[in-house]
């Protein structure tokens, strides 16, 4: 558990930006959409290939109560929006 608390630190994204919302459990997508709804974060994309949810990051409380709920986001980067002056960015 503290592992999981340390790396939540380290890769926790700023508010507003993109975060993946990794389950630490069995938190189906619709739990996981369910969540971020009833927590006001913005949904971003859903990465069917990774079988993530990108939402945009709430602030510190929100990113407590993720943790709290059984979810740890991540700082990500949008998977279908590239930058069309170098498509090697995701």
Known sequence: M?????L?????PRSGEPAA??????Q????????AEAEHMPLIE??????RLVVAAPETPGLMRAL???FVPI???RVTCLDPENRSQG
């Not at 503290?2 to 340390?6: I, P, R």
């Open 8 to 12: 939540a630190a380290i890769y926790a």
């Open 2 to 6: 503290l592992a999981t608390v340390l």
């Open 46 to 51: 859903i990465d069917t290939t990774a079988g």
């Open 68 to 70: 709290a709920r059984g």
């Open 28 to 35: 189906s997508m619709a739990q996981s959409l369910a969540f």
């Open 21 to 26: 919302l990794i389950p630490l459990g069995t």
């Open 75 to 77: 700082a990500a980067r």
